[in-house]
């Protein structure tokens, strides 16, 4: 952030006031990311919100205010019932902010607190992740971080179960023409789901078949408890795990048919997944009558 750009830190308890007259009570830290940091918030009308907080990182501020507009033009972009829907962004104390609806919390900390999950719950999840990539994807998008973390929960309507949605937009890539190849040739992934397609040498890119390999790992995740790697591990030993194909190996050992459909979202090569969000839904509702009926 430039010298002369001063930045005034939010503090729990500390009120702060948009030009249009809203006033947010800051609360306790939920998350920090690389670029962002995001807090529990209270609006002027008591509502609870989440206030994600974009860091300079000794970045120019101009930089900045350009990611933040980025993020903040998608999340109005993409208004879905399985995207975290945005309900403010201003600039205060040369802070960017991106006010967002509070979630329960993100699906690592509740499949952590509800595990193990029968088939039909990861089904649901698969469903509503489903058709969120769907809609981004129709939008020119290409999401290039779905995560465990970034996808979060929310309590759903009265017997219908929690609802998942996709959360942070903030290296995502959009594309105006959409007949043309979407291809993203940065390589900035979380590393424990960097898709082998940035690691392979034949490929070097993101592509929309990238987020269908991210939804492969969260729903191995969801099935399993835990990754084929953590955070532990030095990013070299992650990749050399990525490009032997572990993931999908440990898909195929579950030995299910919803085990055999998340190994087809993990293959290597991407032209050997499913090549959209339909055709995946189409699979996993018929791929077997004895794990639910959908």
Same mark, same amino acid.
């Given at each position: 952030?430039?010298?002369?750009?001063?930045?005034?830190?939010?503090?729990?308890?500390?009120?702060?006031?948009?030009?249009?007259?809203?006033?947010?009570?800051?609360?306790?830290?939920?998350?920090?990311?690389?670029?962002?940091?995001?807090?529990?918030?209270?609006?002027?009308?008591?509502?609870?919100?989440?206030?994600?907080?974009?860091?300079?990182?000794?970045?120019?501020?101009?930089?900045?205010?350009?990611?933040?507009?980025?993020?903040?033009?998608?999340?109005?972009?993409?208004?879905?019932?399985?995207?975290?829907?945005?309900?403010?962004?201003?600039?205060?104390?040369?802070?960017?902010?991106?006010?967002?609806?509070?979630?329960?919390?993100?699906?690592?900390?509740?499949?952590?607190?509800?595990?193990?999950?029968?088939?039909?719950?990861?089904? *649901? &999840?698969?469903?509503? #992740?489903?058709?969120? =990539?769907?809609?981004?994807?129709?939008?020119?998008?290409?999401? @290039?971080?779905? !995560?465990?973390?970034?996808?979060?929960?929310?309590?759903?309507?009265?017997?219908?179960?929690?609802?998942?949605?996709?959360?942070?937009?903030?290296?995502?890539?959009?594309?105006?023409?959409?007949?043309?190849?979407?291809?993203?040739?940065?390589?900035?992934?979380?590393?424990?789901?960097?898709?082998?397609?940035?690691?392979?040498?034949?490929?070097?890119?993101?592509?929309?078949?990238?987020?269908?390999?991210?939804?492969?790992?969260?729903?191995?995740?969801?099935?399993?408890?835990?990754?084929?790697?953590?955070?532990?591990?030095?990013?070299?030993?992650?990749?050399?795990?990525?490009?032997?194909?572990?993931?999908?190996?440990?898909?195929? *050992? &579950?030995?299910?048919? #919803?085990?055999?459909? =998340?190994?087809?979202?993990?293959?290597?090569?991407?032209?050997? @997944?499913?090549? !959209?969000?339909?055709?995946?839904?189409?699979?996993?509702?018929?791929?077997?009558?004895?794990?639910?009926?959908?």
């Amino acid at each position: 952030m430039a010298e002369d750009k001063k930045v005034i830190w939010p503090i729990a308890g500390n009120t702060i006031t948009t030009q249009a007259g809203m006033i947010y009570t800051i609360g306790q830290p939920i998350n920090s990311g690389g670029y962002a940091l995001v807090f529990e918030g209270l609006d002027f009308f008591k509502n609870s919100v989440a206030l994600k907080i974009f860091k300079p990182a000794n970045r120019p501020f101009e930089e900045v205010q350009e990611q933040w507009a980025k993020e903040t033009q998608l999340f109005k972009k993409l208004r879905h019932q399985n995207v975290v829907a945005i309900y403010d962004a201003f600039i205060c104390d040369n802070l960017f902010y991106i006010v967002l609806e509070r979630a329960w919390g993100n699906l690592c900390d509740w499949i952590k607190a509800v595990k193990p999950l029968q088939d039909a719950i990861v089904i *649901e &999840i698969a469903r509503q #992740l489903l058709f969120a =990539i769907y809609f981004i994807h129709k939008e020119g998008v290409i999401q @290039r971080d779905i !995560t465990i973390y970034n996808t979060l929960v929310f309590e759903g309507p009265q017997s219908r179960g929690p609802l998942f949605k996709i959360s942070d937009f903030g290296i995502s890539k959009e594309f105006f023409d959409l007949w043309k190849s979407k291809i993203c040739n940065t390589n900035i992934a979380h590393p424990c789901f960097i898709p082998p397609e940035l690691l392979l040498p034949e490929y070097g890119y993101t592509n929309e078949q990238s987020d269908l390999y991210h939804l492969g790992l969260v729903l191995l995740y969801s099935l399993k408890g835990k990754l084929p790697f953590d955070e532990s591990m030095d990013v070299t030993q992650i990749s050399e795990m990525i490009i032997a194909g572990i993931p999908r190996k440990e898909a195929e *050992e &579950i030995g299910t048919t #919803l085990g055999d459909f =998340i190994a087809i979202l993990l293959r290597r090569h991407h032209e050997y @997944r499913f090549k !959209t969000a339909l055709d995946a839904w189409g699979a996993l509702k018929s791929i077997s009558t004895n794990l639910v009926q959908i």
